[in-house]
Antibody
């Protein structure tokens, strides 16, 4: 079945940085396109970024482009999200999700979520 | 303002059939397959429907979906209390070059 486990969330001041990680197990991580999705309090799901299996294709939502960087290490089965210049409105649960080859927006596996709180 | 439009709420009584709609444009729903996600309170989202109408293993056949043009719908028959959750449609948008979600529909089982 496979599993995704996020880590790295917490309380951070506006303008500071935070790095989220997502550890994959039980499936072929290196074959999957990976995504980050968040849900802010009182709001719906928001897609943030994707990275192809070989890191050759990367894309971002406009709300985080230039501030967030997605990366992956296939040797360690790990996905990362580097978040810089954080804003109060970035407060949310952050989820990593895997997408099988040949599909778009089909997120078969989700992590449990990591809470990021941006506050002074 | 979400790219895909969903009604904010829906409700039904146990055993009823409810439908949740999702509308978009050619660049998203019109030209790409649609997926549906269920998010139970306090839990991570879960894939409910992929490829417009296909159910992953383990999803009851009470859940069905269809797509026509730039609109889609999710139907839940034999409504149960455990179906109370937020439901989201999602697809790729060719113009935005990214995934787009609907704003979500909160389903209440009365």
């Amino acid at each position: 079945e496979g599993q995704l486990v996020e880590s790295g969330g917490g309380l951070v001041q506006p303008g500071r940085s935070l790095r989220l990680s997502c550890a994959a197990s039980g499936f072929t991580f290196g074959d999957s396109t990976m995504h980050w999705v968040r849900r802010a309090p009182g709001k719906g799901l928001e897609w943030l970024a994707h990275i192809s299996w070989d890191s050759g294709s990367i894309g971002y939502a406009g709300s985080v482009k230039g501030r967030f960087t997605i990366s992956r290490d296939n040797a360690k089965n790990t996905l990362h999200l580097q978040m810089n210049r954080l804003r109060v409105e970035d407060t949310a649960f952050y989820y990593c999700a895997s997408q099988p080859q040949g599909w778009l927006a089909r997120f078969d596996r989700w992590g449990q979520g990591s809470l990021v709180t941006v506050s002074s | 303002q979400s790219v895909l439009t969903q009604s904010p709420s829906a409700s039904g009584t146990p055993g009823q059939r409810v439908t949740i709609s999702c509308s978009g444009r050619t660049s998203n729903i019109g030209d790409n397959t649609l997926n549906w996600y269920q998010q139970l309170p306090g839990a991570a989202p879960k894939l409910l429907i992929y490829g417009n109408h296909q159910r992953p293993s383990g999803v009851p056949d009470r859940f069905s979906a269809s797509k026509s043009g730039t609109s889609a719908s999710l139907a839940i028959s034999g409504l149960q209390s455990e179906d109370e959750a937020d439901y989201y449609c999602a697809t790729w948008d060719d113009k935005l070059n990214g995934v787009v979600f609907g704003g979500g529909t909160k389903l209440t089982v009365l």
